[in-house]
């Protein structure tokens, strides 16, 4: 567990993950707002569970998105350093 070669690949791992799953979660983000607009239009309403679901997940898809932008943002700062470092 405290290899380096071995820490190295579970955090590339866990990136792949966490890239996969924002890119799914974004991809679902127009179905909730399509939910949203069905359910706000909806005369007879009754669609709490869905506008809840709708909620959550362009609430967590923002989180997500956030998440992987600075995880972005980190690597590049972090290559940045390395390139500063060697110089």
């Not at 990136?15 to 996969?20: E, K, Q």
């Not at 399509?34 to 609430?59: C, F, N, P, Q, S």
């Not at 967590?60 to 470092?85: I, K, M, N, P």
Request: hydrophobic share 45%.
């Amino acid at each position: 567990l405290t290899d380096p070669a071995f820490q190295a690949a579970v955090a590339a791992a866990e990136a792949d993950v966490l890239a996969v799953t924002t890119r799914a979660i974004l991809a679902l983000t127009l179905s909730a707002v399509d939910t949203l607009k069905t359910t706000i239009e909806d005369k007879e309403a009754g669609h709490g569970v869905k506008v809840r679901a709708a909620d959550l997940l362009l609430t967590h898809g923002g989180r997500w998105y956030e998440l992987r932008t600075l995880e972005t943002r980190l690597q590049a700062l972090e290559s940045e350093v390395l390139r500063d470092g060697k110089k």
